[in-house]
């Protein structure tokens, strides 16, 4: 997605992957879905997890999706054994809040940025927003989408329908 918009991508596999190639940090972070507490467990594994939070929280344009959320919330509930967050935006986050595999739906929203077709797989629901957090987008008076200064969280998958107005937004908020 990120690539189809112009910009260059590179996993992040450890710390010094926030320094790109030619020396110069990362312009932005992309936490994608998957499981959040297996994510969390390879950030502390490689330990990646501190320099991301300390990044993240000096204000790194940051979009988590899915289980991406999961892991910048401040608090999760249902959380696996032992999981951590990154906790960089004031929100509790219900992990599975939306079903298991075969509840997966794809659905219109009409968030702050317009509206949008996306995919909501085992997705998560933000059950608290802090004061200083955005809400971007609901689904059935559930909060699906905040954002906190340049960090970005949405419950759901806008790759998987081809929607870019989040990853564009990401990459304006490098440039802003
Ligand atoms: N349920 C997963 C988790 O807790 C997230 C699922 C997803 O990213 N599609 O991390």
């Known amino acids: 997605m990120l690539e189809s918009l112009g910009a260059r991508v ?6 010094d992957d926030l320094v790109g190639p030619d020396g110069v940090r990362v312009d932005a972070v992309l936490l994608p879905g998957g499981e959040s507490s297996t994510i969390d467990k390879l950030l502390r594994m ?10 993240v929280a000096a204000g790194l344009p940051t979009l988590g999706t899915c289980a991406g959320l ?7 509930e249902d ?14 986050v219900r992990r599975n809040a939306l079903g298991s595999q075969v509840d997966s739906a794809e659905a219109e929203l009409n968030s702050t940025l317009g509206p949008v077709r996306v995919a909501f797989i085992r997705a998560p629901v933000v059950t608290r927003v802090g004061t200083d957090v955005e809400v971007l987008a609901q689904r059935d008076q559930q909060v699906v989408a905040v954002r906190q200064s340049l960090v970005t969280g949405i419950a759901f998958h806008p790759e998987l329908t081809g929607e870019t107005v989040f990853h564009r937004r990401l990459l304006s908020d490098i440039r802003g």
Request: charge should be neutral.
């Open 70 to 76: 999961v892991l910048l919330a401040r608090e999760v």
């Open 46 to 55: 490689f330990d990646l997890f501190e320099p991301l939070r300390t990044s």
């Open 79 to 92: 959380r696996a054994p032992g999981q951590q967050s990154l906790g960089v935006v004031d929100v509790t």
């Open 10 to 15: 590179a996993p992040l596999r450890g710390a």
